[in-house]
C-alpha cells in the first residue's frame, strides 16, 4: 500500500526510526558484551569499588564471545533446490539463484548475517538491482546492520513485510538519511542532524516530535519488485516479543566472572607478601642526626620500608611477631569454572569450547557428540526459523532477474550439516544410507555440499559409472567372441 502523501510518510518513518532508537541502545549492548568492553564491575560492594575498582577499568574476561560463535560457526548457507528440479543438476532458475548469491559474496555476507542476529537477536538482508554499468539489472544483495534497518509488519499476518527502513548518518553532510520502501515505491529522505533528538534548527526542544524534520529528497521511485526489499532474519523469535539473544543470559554471569577476577587479582597482592604484625613493642624508630652527627630526636620509620624490607630488627624482652596468612585463592578460580560450567548449561555450548580441565581434553568420539547434542539442536532450531526468511531473498532475487514464478517460497533451502563428524563416521554413515537404497545426490546433500559441488560430483560420477559401462561392455565383447583359428605357418604336418 502506497502512501499517498509527505505527513503519512514521515509518520511511518518517525515511528519506525523511534523504535529503530530502542533497539540500537539495545543491539549496542550486547555487541559490547561480545567484544568484551562491558564496562565498570558490577555487583561490587562500594567499598571494594573506592577503594580498588578504577584498577580493574579496561579488564574483562569474555566468555560472550565463544558462546555466540560456537553456533554461528556451524550455520551456513549450502544451496536451494526448486520444486520440480532436475535431479544431478542445476536448473536455470537454481543457478541463476545461487549465481546471484555467489557473485555479492553470499558466504561471508551471510556468516557475517547470522552471527549479528545471535548477538543482537536479529539482522538484516537488502535486495535491489544495478541501476547502470555492464551488471545493470542484475541484483545487488547487501547485509544490513541492526542498527540501521527495521521491518514492520502486517497486524493481520505477522510474517508479511509491510514497510522496510534502512537509516545512516551521513558526516559529511551533517544530515541523516533514510530509505523506506513498501510494496510499490521506495522514499528517500533526509533530515537536519539536530533533529535527531528532537531538537528543531530553530533551537527549539520538542521530545514529542524526535521523529520530525524528514523532508523528501527526490520524488518517489516505483518498486519493479513488488515487494519489500529488506528481509529480517531474526535469531529464536517468539510469538510475542523481541526475538532472543544467545549472550543476554551470559551477560549477569559474565559480569560476575569479571568481578571475582577483581578479587583474586587484589587477594594475589597480598598473598605474595602475607601482612605481618608486631605486638607488645613500640614502632620502630630511627634516630635524627644533625650535621655534626649528634642525636636530635627520632622518627618512624617508613611503612614502604618495613614492607620492602622483609627483616625487622626489635629489641625489647616482651616483643613478639605474628602474621595472617594470604587469603586461599583457589575458591576464586573453583568458583569462576563453576560459573563457566553453569554458562555452558544454560547457553547449550559443549563444555570442551569453554574449559579444559582434566578429562575434557581427550574425549571419545561418542562423548563429544553427547556433549555437542545441545549445540546442534539450537542450531538447527534457528534454521528452521531462518528458512522462511530465506525463502523471502529468493523471491526478491527471482524478481530482480525475472524468473517469474519457479516456486521459491517451496524452495528447499539447503544448509551445512552442524554436526561434525570425523571422516570415518562420514564414510560409514554414507555407505549404510546408500545401502538402504537412498539416492546419491539426496546423500550429498545431506553432506552440505553446494550447488555447484553436487552438479560437478553427479558429472563426474556419471563419467565413472559410464566409462565403467564401457569396459564392462568390451570385456563382455571379448568373452563372446570365439578363439580365432592358429595361423598357418607354410610347415608339412607331422606324420
Request: proline share 7%; charged share 25%; with cysteine.
Amino acid at each position: 500500500m502506497a502512501l499517498n502523501s509527505l505527513p503519512q510518510i514521515q509518520l511511518v518513518v518517525a515511528k519506525l526510526s523511534k523504535e529503530l532508537d530502542r533497539r540500537r541502545e539495545d543491539a549496542n549492548r550486547w555487541m559490547r558484551y561480545y567484544r568484551g568492553d562491558q564496562g565498570a564491575l558490577l555487583f561490587a560492594s562500594e567499598d571494594f569499588r573506592q577503594a580498588s575498582g578504577k584498577r580493574y577499568e579496561g579488564f574483562s574476561d569474555n566468555w560472550c564471545q565463544p558462546v555466540a560463535s560456537a553456533g554461528a560457526e556451524r550455520t551456513a548457507l549450502r544451496g536451494l533446490k526448486l520444486p520440480g528440479s532436475t535431479v544431478g543438476k542445476m536448473s536455470p532458475e537454481e543457478s541463476a539463484i545461487w549465481g546471484a548469491l555467489q557473485d555479492n559474496g553470499a558466504d561471508a555476507q551471510f556468516a557475517q548475517a547470522f552471527l549479528q542476529s545471535g548477538i543482537q537477536r536479529r539482522a538484516f538482508v537488502s535486495i535491489w538491482g544495478e541501476t547502470s554499468g555492464k551488471n545493470a539489472g542484475q541484483p545487488v544483495i547487501a547485509a544490513e546492520s541492526t542498527t540501521q534497518a527495521i521491518v514492520a509488519y502486517d497486524p493481520e499476518v505477522r510474517w508479511r513485510r509491510r514497510f522496510g527502513l534502512k537509516s545512516w548518518v551521513d558526516e559529511d553532510l551533517g544530515v541523516q538519511r533514510a530509505t523506506l520502501s513498501d510494496a510499490d515505491l521506495i522514499y528517500k529522505l533526509k533530515r537536519p542532524m539536530a533533529a535527531l533528538n528532537g531538537v528543531m534548527p530553530s533551537g527549539l526542544i520538542v521530545p514529542s516530535m524526535a521523529g520530525a524534520g524528514w523532508e523528501l529528497v527526490e520524488d518517489p521511485i516505483p518498486n519493479h519488485l513488488g515487494l519489500v526489499p529488506l528481509v529480517e532474519l531474526p535469531y529464536l523469535p517468539p510469538l510475542e516479543g523481541d526475538p532472543l539473544s544467545v549472550i543476554s543470559g551470559v551477560a549477569a554471569m559474565q559480569d560476575a566472572v569479571n568481578l571475582l577476577w577483581a578479587y583474586l587479582f587484589n587477594s594475589a597482592d597480598y598473598a605474595s607478601l602475607p601482612a605481618r604484625v608486631v605486638m607488645g613493642q613500640q614502632p620502630p624508630k630511627v634516630p635524627v642526626l644533625d650535621q655534626d652527627g649528634q642525636k636530635i630526636g627520632e622518627r618512624p620509620v617508613d611503612s614502604e620500608e618495613l614492607t620492602k624490607g622483609r627483616i625487622l630488627w626489635l629489641t625489647g624482652q616482651s616483643a613478639s611477631v605474628g602474621q595472617w596468612d594470604a587469603a586461599d585463592l583457589k575458591p576464586f578460580t573453583e568458583a569462576i569454572e563453576q560459573i563457566v560450567g553453569h554458562i555452558a548449561a544454560q547457553t547449550r555450548t559443549p563444555p570442551h569450547y569453554l574449559v579444559t580441565k582434566q578429562g575434557m581434553s581427550n574425549l571419545s568420539g561418542d562423548a563429544l557428540k553427547a556433549a555437542e547434542t545441545g549445540l546442534v539442536m539450537k542450531v538447527i532450531t534457528s534454521q528452521e526459523h531462518y528458512e522462511g526468511r530465506i525463502r523471502d531473498i529468493f523471491e526478491l532475487i527471482s524478481a530482480q532477474l525475472d524468473l517469474g514464478d519457479v516456486g521459491t517460497q517451496r524452495a528447499r533451502v539447503q544448509w551445512r550439516d552442524p554436526e561434525n563428524r570425523s571422516d570415518a563416521q562420514k564414510a560409514d554413515a554414507f555407505q549404510k544410507r546408500q545401502a538402504a537404497g537412498y539416492p546419491f545426490e539426496w546423500l550429498l546433500i545431506e553432506d552440505g555440499k553446494s550447488p555447484d559441488e553436487i552438479e560437478m560430483i553427479m558429472a563426474l560420477k556419471q563419467k565413472e559409472q559410464a566409462a565403467a559401462l564401457t569396459a564392462g561392455v568390451q570385456d563382455l565383447f571379448r568373452d563372446l567372441t570365439p578363439n580365432p583359428p592358429p595361423a598357418a605357418t607354410g610347415a608339412p604336418p607331422e606324420a
